[in-house]
């Protein structure tokens, strides 16, 4: 990805897809739930990478509703 915001808080992604040997990031072994790319600007969306705290910080949220 050329872009190195997350498109859901504008911070830095982190994203390393195809730096390095591997082609390996961090975002290659986590979940992305379908609900988060909502939160994805429709132009942003298949073109950036969301942060590694967006995603946690949705998956929390997610955690505590279902445990209401």
Do not use: D
Not at 51 to 62: H, P, S, W
């Amino acid at each position: 990805m050329s872009n190195k915001n997350c498109p859901i808080c504008g911070n830095e992604n982190e994203c390393m897809t195809g730096a390095g040997e591997l082609n390996n990031c961090w975002c290659s072994v986590e979940e992305f739930p379908n609900g988060i790319f909502e939160l994805v600007p429709l132009e942003s969306r298949r073109k950036h990478c969301i942060c590694k705290n967006c995603l946690n910080k949705y998956k929390e949220e997610q955690r505590i509703i279902k445990n209401r």
